[in-house]
């Protein structure tokens, strides 16, 4: 065993000792980011998973060296540089996503939050609302909802409105702002508004 050989597996054992810690690490950090909703915590477990693949993708690359396989050593390179890629493109989306004041999504943002039609049908449930529109804003870990209802009577309004907040507020520990709104007509909805 020559000395670039010995220097290649040296290389190789602390890629593998770089890349176990980012697996447990980030398959940790993945079912608490989705119970916190914390898109960061996801999208930083989904780094850590970048992480040990680019360790394995570069390992292969150092092997492929050893054994004379020049070429897999580039192939690796083009490997880890589109995973970088794809990963970038994909923050970048949402990233852009949460600053544009869009619907709440989940976690991952596969798909929207559930949260907004929940409080439409709990809204919609009390039986001084005849009519409600709902909107919901996402900024990070928690939400923030209008609430407009078209009140079937103005009898006791304010207390009938307050404890609409707080049993509404109690739905989901995301809701850290809830404001109801009596209307006398509702607007026609505007699907660039964020939650409609």
């Known amino acids: 065993m020559g000395r670039a050989d010995l220097a290649g597996l040296v290389h190789d054992s602390r890629l593998v000792y770089s890349a176990i810690p980012a697996v447990i690490i980030g398959r940790l950090k993945l079912p608490l980011a989705r119970e916190l909703h914390d898109k960061v915590l996801y999208a930083d477990a989904q780094m850590n998973k970048a992480d040990w ?32 890629t794809k990963d970038g493109v ?30 439409r049908s709990e809204v919609e449930s009390l039986e001084w609302v005849s009519d409600c529109a709902v909107r919901v804003r996402e900024e990070g870990h928690v939400f923030f909802a209008d609430v407009q209802v078209v009140p079937s009577t103005e009898a006791e309004l304010a207390v009938k409105i307050e404890r609409a907040v707080h049993e509404l507020k109690a739905i989901d520990w995301r809701l850290n702002e809830l404001v109801i709104m009596p209307v006398t007509k509702l607007e026609p909805p505007d699907d660039a508004v964020a939650g409609q």
């Open 90 to 119: 994909t923050n970048l989306k949402a990233a852009t996503g949460d600053l544009m004041d869009s619907r709440p999504t989940v976690t991952d943002d596969s798909q929207l939050d559930p949260l907004p039609e929940r409080l």
């Open 53 to 84: 693949l680019t360790a394995v993708a570069a390992m292969i690359g150092v092997i492929g060296i050893g054994l004379g396989l020049w070429w897999l050593d580039a192939a690796a390179a083009i490997i880890i540089s589109l995973d970088i």
